[in-house]
């Protein structure tokens, strides 16, 4: 008997394989083609009845309680399948919604939204990022504002890029309610049911991946009336709640392409040791021996140093250094190995005859959502400058 | 007034961005999607009116007659749309299949064969791959195979990613004459029209490109019978045959995806020019400048290479060993320069609104296809040791 | 008060910053020029006075006790100077002897070898590599041979790269005395005091390297007779119990080599910030920023490796996978970091007037030394074959 | 019979082959331990006995006069020895100021100071580099300054990094006579004897390369008067000169550093063509393979985009672009080059016992001298946007 996150880790693991997978490469990892919601509903049924729905959350919302080192094997194991995390309730943006709601929503908040998400009942976006010139890799450039009238507030603004907003239940929605586009104060969060009179759910953007329920969409916030318990937390704190969902959310991502590009990596390495090509099996051939072994130190530092990122969030740290250079590393990392893994498969590599190719279709935005790798680097490099010219060591 | 090539560069650029580009994006470069071999017709016919159809063609079969340098202009003009190289006919594999007809053929094999083909009046296709375990990366591995019989040869034999097959008049078959499966000699091209009983086209592989018009299909030979007139060249020389098909047919590659590559590199440098992020151009940061550099240090390095490589070509060499580097190069320099395009885009570089997305889609197997970078850099290797044990320079 | 480790770290960057940075510097790093042994003696006086001597040896021989993740810290402190590890004790090769002596040798040898050396009496050397065609990056192609004669062994052969050879008190010898070259079985290790007849230490590689004492030397055993009291552990066991030290003498190299590398980006970062250029300080250029971000992301990722590394050895695993990957990670990984901060140290980065150009002449060796890091890609590439094969979990 | 150029190229491999190799593995790449000027007037009286002295300058200066192409040959034979291009008289900065005054200079001062200098006569030094915060990776940061006073000019103000300047015969200074630090105008070039009172060269800097005859030294000048005809060209057109020089520089540099790439790469195939591991020659190796084949395209690589720049330079263009990308791209790929090299011959590859290592030590700096990759980097993005922002193809 192992500890719990290691007995979810095994029970995700043969979950997945048996339940989630075959629908996964039947539909190449498009989750609309799958049956979108309904599909969901089925899969979390399954899920649930095999002891491996949400991991993540909390006992007294029907999860099983796991800080974040713990977490990182059961979502590592969703994420194997591009339909995993759905299946689990540990996807991008649910997850890290309920961690924020989890630490910041109101008794009232989480019984109306926290619960039902963690749940399964309903689905939720976090509409955050606008269309230029507004909040995209620089939050601060918000521009959506949220005015204070009697008894409520009135939201108006764009939003692009919203995952999942397509059927959400709810929206937590960032606005401006102090400072200028460009400042970094005055930002505040609000809970808005998607049935809200001037909720406008647009287009969907033609994004490359397509395992993401609900799509990346645009949004309209039409002169939106909330009350005042729609603000999440306190008024004007926006973007330092915004830091709270990031770190955590970040490590997620990170463990659930993990899990992905491990697919990718173990496809490849069975694929080329039962092939025989130049008078010997693929798999003992030199250039293919530097893919894998690339492969297995690129996993072998992304979960490395996701690790130390999670240790410092478990122990209540904000984590902003180690999980921006996780995500970085990760990002970058993970997508060498499913490249490496497509080359490894020759022309099967870039077909969908084998999962590969869906995967470094679904793994390529990771180096782009969630803040591209410049602007990491930027604010990584901005740091490091400050803290070593303090006398500090790197 | 320039050169032929400068001339037929600077109106192939016109034609393309007039003619070709709206329907591509349209379609996002689906060439299916588009209207196919109806589509097709259509654009040759326009490309024919603006004087640009099959620059690298003999005159007497409509062409323009350039060589390999001299083509490099215009076929890169062309691949700056995905539709281009079917628009001027010089996509691949037709083009580079006239190239080893106008070498090989027969007079009547030429006025039977090439001739509508350099004409545009039909497609074709180069059927010399198979499923493992036959020919792939090691084309010694060939099994499909030639029987003497009264009168002609009967073909048999599976292949598979037989580009251009669905909707091809005619096919060039590599087939086993001699030897065995695994050796080096005894292989045969025959020339095999499309209505030959026993030809038989099936699945078209799920390959992450679309642009390729005609697919790249499964395809079987159920005893098919040829006369002799259907010998291309000699009996047992089709593997050199094929060394001839195949350095010209590399560096026209190259040149259609330079050009693919600029576009996406040309509109992501459009795109940072345009915006502004954390107080100023993103051009002007220096992580987007990083790209910019490396971008253009890629491309000059690649149409460098290219050139040494088509000039030995021109002067009547076999070339294996430049066009291979030039090959591997491209392949990978052309890749990075649309990932950094992406990275420069931000969310629309993941997306259909920009066109970086798509290029990113159908340049990826460029460094499988016509040999993965790892065969190419393992035969780079063993001449390189052969070459300087030899007391030759490097 | 932290812990041990943490208050043992803490001191020994204030130790070497007081007393062997400046040593180190104004020698530009070569021991010998600075007084090899005797310099050693006064600067071990020294380190022993503060408190921070031999913090990985046991207590009762005078060291602090440090597990492997304790003694992370201290390590990567000794290495912020080339001259550190030889103060504190914990320098190649002598370190990773007493590991292996600590965990061997019976209790006379301990007395007789052990306690000397970790009290820094003497220093030793781990003969095992061979000129060509013995013992290299493959150690099975051992030629030494013992011989069992009339109570004892006689000892002959030829060893090469002996670091530390040249003033050592003992050698480690490793001899074949079963099987033939190229066999994996059959070695024993020899404890040989350097006194004893017929041990010749020859001439100093002459390696790019000058940091290490004793130098790099190439050896002789000319018919040494040893009694059965100088095998070391078993007779035949050779390659287990080289295995034994291998491990975590890879995880020290690392962290001292991590100290090194710190430093080259601590100086470059303050130069960069120091300094003006196309109108700004450098530190804020983007492609500065660049250098400095992948070098934080590198060193972290190292110590991520280390850690995960360190942890699986103090819980008494062997850790082959993980110090083999940590180890091929890092020796890449810090060549980078110290190389981008010759970049950012411009003209200055390579001469002596910092301290950046000698750590780069340090520490390129490391991807060879210890097994280079092709041996290490194509046994963690074999393992994963099988592992993976067997249906395990990359 | 080969062209002159081929002619030039054989004889100048033969050359170095016997006269210089020999002397530059004795002395492990060290000019001053193998005799400074003294050894270079007699390599260079056996240079000129072989007919292989000077071939890129005119012949009535007693050079062959082959164009920028041409001598890609004979100059990269030369770097195959670090002491080659100091025997055939191609070397830095002698080439490169020779390159100016051909274009620049007056009859008088042809005569007096590049008649000389072609003829090995005297050796000269381009006085340009400042200690920050003067001319360096910015040379618009200028702060020498030349006063124009009674029958001349006053010089005063401090160089650094002035390659060759100690053992010069003359110096070409460069001195603000218009315009502030910071500016773009306002410099010109003074042609200087080493013997002018108030000329002081001072500290060799301790740089990592020795390979370089005269050192990088520190210079000052002190109220240093010469007459107006020690302007070379016109007053205030400094910056437009160092233009003229600096693009043929770029390109001899890469000439010479690809012959000194070309025999590490060469040494390391020999080396592993001759050794066994692991059961086989180690070039058979798949880990070794790939080292040998990306050596071989960076070779090819940096050989095409050099000619493409030199072509340019022969039509009389300034080639400021396709120079600055061949001089970027060839200090990373051959410093690539030298360093794979230094993997495959293991151990020995950081020794002095073959010759890899002492190359990798004095290519090294190329990446920053003649502008760091980061500077250029700069300016190809900056040229990037403005071109295409302009609608020009890339």
């Known amino acids: 008997m192992g500890t719990l996150a290691e007995d979810l880790t095994a029970r995700t693991r043969a979950f997945v394989a048996e339940h989630v997978l075959p629908l996964d490469d039947e539909h190449d990892g498009d989750i609309e083609a799958a049956g979108g919601d309904e599909r969901r509903v089925a899969l979390q049924e399954a899920a649930r009845a095999a002891g491996v729905f949400a991991p993540q959350v909390a006992r007294e919302y029907g999860g099983h309680g796991l800080g974040m080192v713990d977490r990182s ?17 540990v996807g991008a943006p649910d997850e890290g919604n309920m961690h924020m709601l989890e630490a910041i929503a109101s008794a009232d908040q989480r019984t109306r939204f926290l619960e039902p998400l963690a749940r399964g009942l309903v689905r939720s976006a976090f509409a955050m990022t606008e269309p230029a010139p507004g909040a995209g890799a620089d939050p601060s450039a918000l521009r959506t504002r949220a005015v204070r009238g009697d008894g409520g507030w009135v939201i108006s603004g764009e939003k692009r890029f919203i995952t999942g907003a397509d059927g959400a239940g709810f929206f937590i929605v960032m606005a401006r309610t102090g400072g200028e586009a460009g400042g970094a104060g005055g930002a505040t969060m609000f809970l808005v049911p998607a049935d809200t009179p001037g909720v406008v759910v647009g287009r969907h953007l033609p994004t490359v991946d397509r395992a993401m329920i609900g799509g990346h969409c645009e949004m309209r916030f039409e002169d939106v009336v909330v009350g005042d318990d729609a603000v999440l937390g306190e008024v004007d704190l926006g973007f330092r709640y915004a830091q709270v969902r990031l770190g955590p959310a970040r490590m997620t991502h990170v463990m659930r392409w993990t899990g992905a590009a491990r697919r990718a990596h173990e496809t490849a390495v069975a694929y080329v040791a039962g092939r025989q090509a130049f008078g010997g099996r693929i798999s003992d051939l030199g250039l293919a021996q530097q893919h894998i072994a690339d492969n297995e130190i690129d996993l072998a530092a992304t979960r490395a140093l996701l690790r130390v990122a999670c240790e410092e969030l478990d122990a209540g740290g904000r984590a902003s ?37 869906k995967i470094a279709r679904e793994i390529r935005p990771f180096r782009i959502y969630d803040g591209p790798s410049e602007v990491h680097r930027w604010s990584i490099a901005k740091r490091a400058v400050k803290r070593i010219t303090n006398g500090a060591p790197s």
């Open 73 to 89: 094997g059961p979502l590592e194991e969703a994420g194997y399948s591009l339909f995993g995390p759905i299946a689990t309730n």
């Open 321 to 357: 250094e180690s999980t921006s250079i996780a995500k970085t590393f990760a990002a970058e990392a993970l997508d060498r190995v499913v490249d490496r893994s497509q080359q490894l498969c020759g022309g099967l590599g870039v077909t969908a005859d084998l999962p590969v190719a």
